[in-house]
């Protein structure tokens, strides 16, 4: 049995790191304190789901954003991984990505215990300009801290 990664027809190399690099974007940005830039990473109809309330339209998503940014006290990482990228069309993906969440509130250390372990079931979809965007992220919690 080859242990060589195959690249799924359909879905070139280039398309595949885009859409990783979208992936890892936003969980940056929400890491980092730019939370409010998380809207330009949908589309203009994206939806996100699982984070609290349904957030769906950009303006939407992009207020949560601004809300997000604006917790100074909160720290957190997002761990990703076991990312799996199936194409729909030339212009059109699914995907899968496990999560490791660990967050803090207020100052000092946080713990190293993650605080969740979920999933994002995502929907991407390419725009005329070739970048890739999130039509929907719906997240799914599937351990929680005890």
Same mark, same amino acid.
């Given at each position: 049995?080859?242990?060589?990664?195959?690249?799924?027809?359909?879905?070139?190399?280039?398309?595949?790191?885009?859409?990783? $690099?979208?992936?890892?974007?936003?969980? *940056?940005?929400?890491?980092?304190?730019?939370?409010?830039?998380?809207?330009?990473?949908?589309? @203009?109809?994206?939806?996100?789901?699982?984070?609290?309330?349904?957030?769906?339209? &950009?303006?939407?998503?992009?207020? *949560?954003?601004? $809300?997000?940014?604006?917790?100074?006290?909160? &720290?957190?990482?997002?761990?990703?991984?076991?990312?799996?990228?199936?194409?729909?069309?030339?212009?059109?993906?699914?995907? *899968?990505?496990?999560?490791?969440?660990? &967050?803090?509130?207020?100052?000092? @250390?946080?713990?190293? %215990?993650?605080?969740?372990?979920? @999933?994002?079931?995502?929907?991407?979809?390419?725009?005329?300009?070739? %970048? *890739?965007?999130?039509? @929907?992220? &719906?997240? %799914?919690?599937?351990?929680?801290?005890?």
């Amino acid at each position: 049995m080859s242990s060589a990664v195959r690249i799924v027809a359909g879905l070139s190399p280039q398309d595949r790191l885009a859409i990783e $690099q979208l992936i890892q974007r936003h969980a *940056w940005l929400i890491d980092h304190g730019e939370a409010d830039k998380v809207g330009e990473l949908f589309a @203009e109809e994206g939806a996100l789901y699982g984070i609290g309330p349904d957030e769906v339209g &950009r303006k939407a998503i992009a207020e *949560w954003g601004r $809300q997000r940014a604006a917790m100074a006290e909160r &720290r957190s990482r997002h761990l990703q991984s076991n990312i799996l990228i199936e194409p729909l069309a030339a212009d059109a993906a699914r995907g *899968w990505v496990a999560l490791t969440l660990y &967050r803090h509130d207020g100052p000092g @250390e946080g713990s190293a %215990t993650p605080l969740l372990i979920a @999933e994002y079931a995502d929907r991407y979809v390419k725009g005329p300009d070739g %970048t *890739w965007l999130f039509a @929907e992220r &719906r997240l %799914t919690v599937l351990f929680g801290a005890a």
